[in-house]
């Protein structure tokens, strides 16, 4: 399977992209390799391997065991300064003078 200048011209008006003429033929070269890699990669003899193989081999799996999430921990937690629910952040320098109002800030 390959891919022509029109396949990519249809998938681009599709995605709505608007591609340059002289991008086309480059972006038809890449695509081709890609297809022609994953290929190679099809023709893989896995046939000694097991489903429960990792993919990696010899790195360790983790145990798949349910429990808490480690991030789990109350709001307050994370932004100990609120008020009525929200959290309470330092003021930007990039928002102007702390404690003026944005139009004191404009003047």
Do not use: Y
Not at 30 to 48: F, G, K, P, Y
């Amino acid at each position: 399977m390959s891919v022509s200048e029109k396949d990519v011209r249809h998938i681009a008006s599709l995605a709505r992209l608007a591609i340059p003429a002289k991008r086309i033929p480059t972006l038809v070269d890449e695509l081709n390799h890609i297809l022609i890699h994953m290929d190679v990669l099809q023709r893989a003899d896995l046939s000694a391997l097991d489903e429960n193989t990792p993919a990696v081999a010899g790195m360790p799996l983790r145990p798949d065991v349910p429990g808490s999430v480690p991030l789990e921990r109350r709001r307050e937690d994370f932004a100990p300064q609120m008020r009525d629910g929200f959290f309470l952040v330092p003021r930007l320098d990039t928002h102007g003078t702390s404690g003026s109002s944005a139009d004191e800030d404009a003047s």
